[in-house]
T-cell receptor
Framework: AQSVTQPDIHITVSEGASLELRCNYSYGATPYLFWYVQSPGQGLQLLLKYFSGDTLVQGIKGFEAEFKRSQSSFNLRKPSVHWSDAAEYFCAVGAMEYGNKLVFGAGTILRVKS | KAGVTQTPRYLIKTRGQQVTLSCSPISGHRSVSWYQQTPGQGLQFLFEYFSETQRNKGNFPGRFSGRQFSNSRSEMNVSTLELGDSALYLC?????????????FGPGTRLTVT
């Protein structure tokens, strides 16, 4: 069975500072990994995804994530956070055998200090 | 293209009643998935429909059901509502039924059961 752990429920960073959100997954075969962002009252927006190939993937809004198979991790990073990045971030894992079913982590709420 | 549309956006029901939620996918998308989002359980997969057939189902009781029409619009139904069914229900549409296809989420229907 698949599972995703996001160890940090809340993270607060200053505007302009760098950001790293942690994600660990559990899945025996090849995982399909995603990061989504959700603003209050909104649906989910895909930031980036990893299927195979280069383990460093670039996404929208200046985000990137690195897949590390040995650590079962897929951490999200941004070099300089903007106030508009304040939102909730979800890591998710999918698999071919499960169709479009995604298993999500509990989410990390990002607060940005000005 | 118009995005994923969910109706209604907000709903208040009483315990024991039933409710039907609607999801209109992006034009050309044949897969619709449903998720329940609650503060306690997070985002949980309900089911996925593709070309009018249920492809995957999550671990929810039989009170939760869904269907998909020939125009790819989908409905989900919850019968005999319980207080714990209060949640944000999100649907997502995609062109295909594996994780290589991007899923686009709607804004959700906020269901409150009193």
């Amino acid at each position: 069975a698949q599972s995703v752990t996001q160890p940090d429920i809340h993270i607060t960073v200053s505007e302009g500072a760098s950001l790293e959100l942690r994600c660990n997954y559990s899945y025996g075969a090849t995982p399909y990994l995603f990061w989504y962002v959700q603003s209050p009252g909104q649906g989910l927006q895909l930031l980036l995804k990893y299927f195979s190939g280069d383990t460093l993937v670039q996404g929208i809004k200046g985000f990137e994530a690195e897949f590390k198979r040995s650590q079962s991790s897929f951490n999200l990073r941004k070099p300089s956070v903007h106030w508009s990045d304040a939102a909730e971030y979800f890591c998710a894992v999918g698999a071919m055998e499960y169709g479009n079913k995604l298993v999500f982590g509990a989410g990390t709420i990002l607060r940005v200090k000005s | 293209k118009a995005g994923v549309t969910q109706t209604p956006r907000y709903l208040i029901k009483t315990r024991g009643q039933q409710v039907t939620l609607s999801c209109s996918p992006i034009s050309g998308h044949r897969s619709v998935s449903w998720y329940q989002q609650t503060p306690g359980q997070g985002l949980q997969f309900l089911f996925e429909y593709f070309s009018e057939t249920q492809r995957n189902k999550g671990n929810f009781p039989g009170r939760f059901s869904g269907r998909q029409f020939s125009n790819s619009r989908s409905e989900m139904n919850v019968s005999t509502l319980e207080l714990g069914d209060s949640a944000l229900y999100l649907c997502a549409s995609s062109e295909g039924t594996n994780p290589t296809y991007e899923q686009y989420f709607g804004p959700g229907t906020r269901l409150t059961v009193t």
